[in-house]
């Protein structure tokens, strides 16, 4: 009993340690976006292509919204320490509460992705087919 207790303890310390070096090497850091070139980066990398006309910023580096000729809608958001876009299809719902745009789509997860613009929200945020 007392060595498998050993062998426990053991493997639990190892396991700690593994997880601690994860942290130091940066692995826990959520993704930020942190100015128009990294929103647009994301962007660069959605399937098919996204030519950005239009892009909010949220004032914290939460997310990103951003808008093509087509009119088509797409979120950037973080996922673990990288930025990811994805574009807003039918189911998306976006709702205004105050200065916080609320955007809720089946692209996104389960979560409810908040973007507080640096700016004032433009006009072809709040009149977005997914918006309520």
């Not at 929103?39 to 909010?56: I, S, Y």
Request: aromatic letters at 4%; charged letters at 15%.
């Amino acid at each position: 009993m007392e060595q498998e207790l050993a062998i426990f303890a053991a493997s639990l310390a190892a396991v700690a340690a593994l997880v601690a070096l994860a942290h130091c090497l940066g692995f826990s850091a959520v993704g930020t976006v942190a100015d128009e070139a990294d929103a647009r980066e994301a962007l660069a990398l959605v399937p098919g292509g996204f030519a950005v006309q239009a892009l909010v910023l949220d004032a914290e580096g939460r997310s990103a919204l951003a808008r093509d000729a087509a009119g088509r809608l797409a979120a950037v958001v973080p996922h673990g320490g990288r930025l990811v876009a994805r574009v807003l299809e039918p189911g998306s719902h976006l709702a205004l509460d105050g200065d916080t745009l609320s955007i809720a789509s089946p692209q996104l997860g389960p979560r409810t992705v908040h973007l507080t613009p640096v700016d004032s929200l433009p006009d072809w945020a709040r009149s977005s087919p997914f918006a309520s």
